[in-house]
């Protein structure tokens, strides 16, 4: 059995009639986990479900059954970048200085240099474009460079906080 014959057979033990842009999000999860894996979550929805699960309550389902489980070789497969600790965002602090719209220090993501950072969509604004220049160079020893702009964060919103006292 495949994993749209799985999926149309849960639909109708659960008596519902997916619409059409339902049925292919959920059937995208089934075809990542495989026909096998697919048939062993159509079993427990069927044996231990009152209700047909939300996609959200389905992705818990399946890493409950242990088969979305992260193994310790993918997560080694971006390096350990001090700039984003290997997910690929760096966090950068905004002004309410320079950017009118906010109010107090607040911080943003943008995509790294690191195989992590390359991987993310196009749409992501690039930390390093603008000339290869961190925001922050004082390091304090065993932070990494998120814990450091949040320490600057937490500084420069206590010292707005006092000029407006």
């Avoid at 639909?11 to 894996?37: C, T």
């Avoid at 969509?121 to 460079?145: A, I, T």
């Avoid at 320490?151 to 906080?161: D, M």
């Amino acid at each position: 059995m495949n994993t749209t014959e799985i999926l149309e057979r849960m639909f109708a033990v659960h008596g519902k009639r997916p619409y059409e842009a339902q049925f292919s999000e959920y059937l995208k999860v089934f075809d990542n986990i495989g026909s096998e894996n697919s048939l062993k979550v159509f079993r427990h929805v069927r044996d231990n479900e009152d209700r047909f699960p939300t996609i959200k309550q389905m992705r818990g389902i399946i890493s409950g059954l242990g088969i979305w489980e992260t193994s310790v070789g993918s997560l080694r497969e971006y390096e350990d970048c001090y700039y984003c600790q290997g997910v690929g965002y760096v966090p950068y602090l905004l002004s309410p200085k320079k950017v009118k719209k906010i109010v107090k220090y607040e911080t943003t993501m943008m995509a790294c240099n690191c195989k992590a950072g390359q991987d993310l969509p196009e749409n992501v604004q690039r930390y390093f474009s603008n000339g290869g220049k961190v925001q922050f160079q004082d390091n304090k020893e065993g932070l990494s460079y998120p814990m450091l702009v949040s320490l600057k964060q937490i500084e420069f919103n206590g010292i707005l906080r006092e000029i407006g006292e």
